[in-house]
């Protein structure tokens, strides 16, 4: 593990939750020895560059010689090894001048080193899937926006496992949580933190405010980062806008302009999906408190487990997932804005309240067009036919539905014919039907109840 400079002394609860994460993903973090800052590009690189391609060299050697892989958190120290790597390769005379100045101290560096950043190491050799299966809190009903960060993805080519422009693995990973990933203009903007280390601390205050105008407008319920310098910038400072706003505290907008946008890195919304405390992980030791994200964090899974109780959530998932319904569905024809798997994502996302006051339970016509066409005989008409239970247990039914009800239990049919046109048919008059037996019946209880 290589934590650079700025985890172990200003963020150890980032560590602390690392540390937990890679444990319940059945990783042994090994510290090696003799490590230094990476160095930092911004204020090392810029001052002296020679200083920049040693130092990174050095620790560099060091990796190597271990002969383990390193992984890192932080997107500075990633970027940096990857961009050295890439200089030394194509530039002799530079790996040589350097590797000339190691050997006077210890090991040189001959490029082999395995360096991932930790995204990519659970995007690429862990993958979503395996992290989804170890989640047994995750993160259902909740919108998270990512922030990737300048250089978790550059510069490339020498750092290119996902689009430097367009990613998607770091949302994957955090959909494998559980979580609603919300898209957002400024996702891929600086944010921001790189101006306040060389002076120009409001022009940095200035881009972290518009990000944060961004994922407001969105109504995410945390932001999660990757790199500490990110999360500096979105907790420390944020801090600052809020008290500037005259917000009462970081966790509440009483008596301010704006809330404040709940900050999380990768590891500590990981740990918490593992099963993880919060207050074992240090979330308290944030500056913009994370309070209100845990509080409706645990409704969600309360409303999870209730909706467990009811529908299979594997079946939803499927049905989510394949939309195949969406085009069989005749209701969908006739009524735009009806669409079932998009009912079911709404399911899955946590809006089950919503739906049930809505009258979409109520538009589904019991057709059994979706489960004769279903390749995987689940179909949605049985999920319809709870939601419809479900919304009548709560009181949230139709008036046309209660009036017929109504109907039936006072007179034990949905309508009367009409002796005159019986009589001008030939039609014999109806027979007294059995109301009365029906009503003794219903307002008998059933054993067991």
Same mark, same amino acid.
């Given at each position: 593990? !290589?934590?650079?400079?700025?985890?172990?002394?200003?963020?150890?609860?980032?560590?602390?939750?690392?540390?937990?994460?890679?444990?319940?993903?059945?990783?042994?973090?090994?510290?090696?020895?003799?490590?230094?800052?990476?160095?930092?590009?911004?204020? @090392?690189?810029?001052?002296?560059?020679?200083?920049?391609?040693?130092?990174?060299?050095?620790?560099?050697?060091?990796?190597?010689?271990?002969?383990?892989?390193?992984?890192?958190?932080? =997107?500075?120290?990633?970027?940096?090894?990857?961009?050295?790597?890439?200089?030394?390769?194509?530039?002799?005379?530079?790996?040589?001048?350097? =590797?000339?100045?190691?050997?006077?101290?210890?090991?040189?560096?001959? +490029?082999?080193?395995?360096?991932?950043?930790?995204?990519?190491?659970?995007?690429?050799?862990?993958?979503?899937?395996?992290?989804?299966?170890?989640?047994?809190?995750?993160?259902?009903?909740?919108?998270?926006?990512?922030?990737?960060?300048?250089?978790?993805?550059?510069?490339?080519?020498?750092?290119?496992?996902?689009?430097?422009?367009?990613?998607?693995? !770091?949302?994957?990973? @955090?959909?494998?949580?559980?979580?609603?990933?919300?898209?957002?203009?400024?996702?891929?903007?600086?944010?921001?933190?790189?101006?306040?280390?060389?002076?120009?601390?409001?022009?940095?205050?200035?881009?972290?405010?518009?990000?944060?105008?961004?994922?407001?407008?969105?109504?995410?319920?945390?932001?999660?980062?990757?790199?500490?310098?990110?999360?500096?910038?979105?907790?420390?400072?944020?801090?600052?806008?809020?008290?500037?706003?005259?917000?009462?505290?970081?966790?509440?907008?009483? #008596? #301010?302009?704006?809330?404040?946008?709940?900050?999380?890195?990768?590891?500590?919304?990981?740990?918490?999906?593992?099963?993880?405390?919060?207050?074992?992980?240090?979330?308290?030791?944030?500056?913009?408190?994370?309070?209100?994200?845990?509080?409706?964090?645990?409704?969600?899974?309360?409303?999870?487990?209730?909706?467990?109780?009811?529908?299979?959530?594997?079946?939803?998932?499927?049905?989510?997932?394949?939309?195949?319904?969406?085009?069989?569905?005749? @209701?969908?024809?006739?009524?735009?804005?009806?669409?079932?798997?998009?009912?079911?994502?709404?399911?899955?996302? +946590?809006?089950?309240?919503?739906?049930?006051?809505?009258?979409?339970?109520?538009?589904?016509?019991?057709?059994?067009?979706?489960?004769?066409?279903?390749?995987?005989?689940?179909?949605?008409?049985?999920? !319809?036919?709870?939601?419809?239970?479900?919304?009548?247990?709560?009181?949230?039914?139709?008036?046309?539905?209660?009036?017929?009800?109504?109907?039936?239990?006072?007179?034990?049919?949905?309508?009367?014919?009409?002796?005159?046109?019986?009589?001008?048919?030939?039609?014999?008059?109806?027979?007294?039907?059995?109301?009365?037996?029906?009503?003794?019946?219903?307002?008998?209880? #059933?054993?067991?109840?």
């Amino acid at each position: 593990m !290589f934590w650079g400079c700025t985890i172990p002394a200003r963020f150890p609860f980032i560590e602390k939750s690392t540390r937990l994460a890679l444990d319940g993903l059945g990783v042994e973090p090994v510290d090696v020895p003799g490590f230094t800052c990476c160095p930092e590009t911004t204020l @090392v690189k810029a001052a002296d560059e020679e200083a920049y391609y040693l130092t990174a060299a050095r620790n560099l050697a060091l990796a190597e010689r271990s002969g383990l892989p390193l992984i890192t958190p932080c =997107n500075g120290c990633y970027s940096t090894f990857k961009s050295v790597l890439a200089d030394l390769k194509v530039d002799w005379r530079l790996e040589q001048r350097i =590797n000339d100045r190691l050997a006077t101290v210890g090991p040189t560096v001959n +490029g082999t080193a395995d360096v991932w950043h930790l995204v990519e190491w659970l995007s690429e050799d862990l993958g979503p899937a395996a992290l989804s299966k170890r989640a047994v809190k995750p993160f259902w009903g909740m919108k998270i926006a990512v922030h990737y960060g300048c250089h978790l993805l550059r510069p490339s080519p020498a750092v290119r496992w996902d689009s430097p422009t367009a990613p998607t693995k !770091f949302e994957s990973l @955090v959909r494998a949580l559980g979580a609603t990933v919300v898209e957002y203009e400024t996702k891929m903007d600086c944010c921001g933190n790189a101006l306040d280390r060389v002076g120009e601390r409001r022009a940095a205050l200035d881009m972290l405010e518009r990000k944060l105008d961004d994922v407001r407008t969105h109504d995410v319920d945390a932001l999660v980062v990757s790199c500490p310098s990110c999360f500096l910038q979105f907790d420390l400072n944020q801090a600052t806008l809020l008290r500037e706003s005259g917000a009462a505290s970081p966790d509440s907008a009483a #008596g #301010g302009r704006q809330a404040g946008v709940p900050v999380l890195y990768i590891t500590e919304l990981i740990a918490l999906a593992l099963g993880h405390d919060p207050a074992e992980l240090g979330l308290d030791m944030h500056r913009v408190g994370v309070g209100a994200f845990l509080e409706k964090w645990a409704g969600r899974l309360e409303q999870r487990a209730t909706l467990a109780k009811t529908f299979d959530l594997n079946e939803l998932q499927i049905c989510a997932g394949c939309r195949a319904c969406d085009a069989d569905c005749p @209701v969908t024809h006739a009524e735009e804005d009806f669409v079932p798997s998009r009912i079911i994502t709404r399911l899955l996302a +946590g809006d089950l309240e919503a739906i049930l006051e809505s009258p979409d339970p109520w538009r589904c016509t019991d057709c059994m067009t979706c489960l004769e066409r279903c390749h995987s005989r689940i179909g949605m008409a049985e999920v !319809f036919e709870r939601l419809k239970r479900l919304a009548r247990e709560q009181g949230h039914v139709p008036a046309a539905v209660q009036s017929s009800y109504q109907a039936f239990m006072a007179s034990g049919t949905l309508g009367t014919g009409r002796a005159t046109s019986r009589e001008k048919l030939g039609l014999p008059a109806l027979p007294a039907n059995g109301i009365a037996d029906l009503k003794t019946i219903l307002a008998r209880p #059933g054993k067991g109840e």
